[in-house]
């Protein structure tokens, strides 16, 4: 297994009206390499979200992580309490939602949120110029290819395009220099041209930063334009991973291929998209 992100045997449970236990991830086992795509594949209720909430226990209210390991550079984040968490989270681990709406306050800034972003994540007991913030910040904003960085400082959320909020979140999410990112659906809510764009983001900062990434998608072309390797989910279980080409060309399990069949019917032109995957990363 790659070695920056190592899930064994992950089980998330919760519990019916009658108090009965569910499995909703069971015995979940990928990795994530150092500057590789991995995208997380299955229908809606699958357990794609919450296999990525639970390596920061971020886990909804009376749903738990009821075993195995997440290994995250060698260490095994279920041992660490809250304090410990914080220090991984955000910090060494990022996370970038579905909806960028839900994550930007409505009534700050953008400046001001990646301004918070920024102090948040500087060292205990050192604290930058505001001038010096605000390089940092146009720099991240910069990072992230948003239009006119310095001048948007002082825009809010509602002024921007739903592809640019999604620049300045993860601009959010680099603030700390993390080495994996967590990505929960980052493209749903965009048009076709602003997905593309952001998919481009992705792999421009796997292969300047080394950025491992965690793709999570219902979108199958998505993968196959973006992600090195696949992991499908079904029922909470995976029942195929392996490189995207192998995956995509000779499917092994029932599940992936009607995946594979559904997307091609939802959009007969994403199967050239499906049948080219994309070259492996370096």
């Known amino acids: 297994m790659p070695g920056l992100l190592e899930i064994d045997r992950l089980t998330v449970t919760s519990r019916d009206r009658s108090g009965r236990p569910m499995v909703l991830v069971d015995e979940v086992s990928l ?14 209720g699958a357990g794609k979200s919450l296999t ?10 009376g749903v738990e992580r009821a075993g195995g390991r997440i290994l ?18 955000g910090r060494r681990i990022a996370m970038v939602f579905q909806e960028p709406a839900s994550a930007l306050n409505p009534t700050f800034t953008i400046g001001f949120q990646v301004a918070e972003a ?6 205990r007991g050192e604290r930058a110029s505001r001038e010096g913030v605000r390089r940092q910040v146009v720099g991240l904003l910069d990072r992230v290819a948003l239009p006119d960085a310095a001048r948007r400082l002082r825009s809010y959320p509602h002024e921007l395009s739903g592809g640019q909020r999604q620049r300045v979140v993860l601009a959010m999410a680099l603030a700390c220099g993390p080495s994996l ?25 796997r292969r300047d930063l080394g950025l491992g990434v965690l793709l999570i998608t219902h979108d199958l072309p998505v993968v196959a334009e973006t992600c090195d390797r696949v992991v499908v989910l079904h029922q909470g279980r995976v029942v195929e991973e392996g490189s995207v080409a192998e995956v995509f060309s000779h499917p092994a399990d029932d599940r992936t291929r009607e995946l594979l069949a559904a997307a091609v019917e939802a959009a007969p032109s994403v199967s050239s998209a499906l049948s080219e995957p994309p070259e492996a990363a370096p």
């Open 31 to 44: 990795g994530v390499g150092a500057g590789e795509i991995v995208g997380l594949v299955g229908a809606s």
């Open 52 to 61: 990525a909430f639970a390596v920061l226990d971020l886990l909804p209210p």
């Open 72 to 89: 995250f550079e060698g260490e095994d984040l279920t041992g660490l309490g809250p304090r410990g968490l914080h220090r991984i989270r």
């Open 118 to 123: 920024v102090r948040a994540h500087q060292p």
């Open 181 to 205: 990112l967590l990505a929960d659906e980052p493209t749903t809510a965009l048009d076709v041209t602003t997905q593309a764009q952001i998919l481009d983001l992705l792999e421009e900062l």
